[in-house]
């Protein structure tokens, strides 16, 4: 949190205070400096005036334009100063979305912030695109180094990519070429990344893709999911739902947890009720599919390196595996004492 040492409110009234009575109505509404801090259209300025939206947007103009000429303005000039001094110390270029809250929680007071970036004319706002929010910068270089930057790094992410932060941070920082050693450092590069639409963070901090379904979480599946790979070795689907509940506050229910587990093609069932990432190269399929298919791979084996191949695929009970060995109607033992397919 950056705190400011002026109160905005105060100096709102000041730059403004000349403004004629339609003029000041017209950018008290358009941005929001009202008491209910609600930000108007120009259509709904319009219509309370019964003017057209573009006479309201040439007043608006006009208005923003006899502010910078005023006394008020001119006496005011600290202010923007120090907002130029955040914005510097956030890496010169930063998202609205995450400038305006580091500012101010109140919802009033960032309108009033939004306000003077519009009119300080060392600030420049760069509008939403499909690969970046709307962010403000107050430094031209700087913006196209990290801009190419951050989408050099998209380019190197695949659709399962799922990087620790800190690993991202490192990532994104070894391919930003020429900056200032002063921008080197976490906080700035975090602001930065959080600019790009194209890469996001998934709610373990683990980055990747904005469009793959281990970053933007859509429900039970994509949390199970998390948890799973968090977890390292199959879970039961129970373990899986009660890790939803205690990581991510989602109240899960176990038969919701175990139907969307059985629908999804990121995992598998290796044993009753137990589920591990189809990543692990786990495979489906009973038992007997199971052991069929590594004799087929494996040739001829020993009833111990069955019952460890198998394990590794499933989550089978020994006895289960044995079982399934002696049936001979689809297994039998050679001269060597080896299991083949019958």
């Known amino acids: 949190m950056s705190t400011i040492s002026f109160k905005p409110k105060q100096v709102t009234k000041k730059i403004t205070s000349h403004l004629q009575d339609r003029a000041s109505d017209v950018i008290m509404n358009r941005f929001g400096l009202t008491t209910d801090a609600e930000k108007k259209t120009l259509e709904e300025i319009g219509k309370t005036y019964g003017i057209t939206r573009e006479r309201v947007r ?12 005023g006394e008020g303005f001119k006496s005011e000039q600290a202010v923007f100063e120090e907002l130029k001094q ?11 979305h995450d400038l305006l809250p580091s500012i101010s929680k109140d919802k009033s007071i960032q309108n009033h912030i939004h306000f003077y970036l519009v009119l300080g004319d060392a ?5 939403e695109d ?8 107050i430094d031209d270089e700087i913006v196209d180094k990290v801009h190419d930057s951050l989408k050099k790094l998209y380019s190197t992410l695949n659709d399962q990519d799922l990087i620790p932060e800190t690993e991202m941070i490192k990532k994104f920082l070894d391919g930003l070429k020429d900056v200032s050693e002063k921008y080197r450092n976490e906080e700035v590069a975090r602001r930065w990344l959080s600019m790009s639409k194209k890469i996001s963070k ?18 039970v599946k994509d949390y199970a999911f998390l948890v799973m790979r968090k977890n390292g070795e199959p879970m039961h689907f129970k373990e899986v739902a009660d890790a939803i509940t205690s990581t991510f506050g989602k109240k899960t229910h176990y038969a919701t947890c175990h139907n969307e587990l059985i629908k999804d093609n990121r ?19 009973i ?18 390196d069955v019952v460890e191949k198998v394990m590794k695929e499933r989550y089978f009970k020994k006895n ?14 050679n001269k060597n004492g080896l299991y083949t397919i019958a």
């Open 202 to 219: 998934n709610p373990l901090g683990e980055w990747g893709k904005s469009t793959s379904p281990n970053v933007r979480t859509r429900g």
């Open 130 to 137: 499909d690969h970046f929010h709307v962010r403000w910068s």
């Open 267 to 285: 995992f598998v069932l290796v044993g009753r009720g137990m589920y591990a990432l189809a990543e692990w190269g786990y495979k489906t399929g």
């Open 58 to 69: 040439q007043i608006e103009d006009a208005a923003l334009n006899s502010i910078k000429k």
């Open 287 to 304: 038992a007997r599919d199971v052991i069929k298919e590594i004799l087929k791979k494996d040739g001829p084996l020993s009833k111990e």
């Open 123 to 127: 600030f420049k706002k760069h509008r």
């Open 320 to 333: 289960t595996i044995l079982v399934n060995l002696q049936n001979p109607k689809f297994f039998k033992k």
């Open 86 to 96: 955040i914005m510097s110390s956030f890496g010169s270029i930063v998202a609205e």
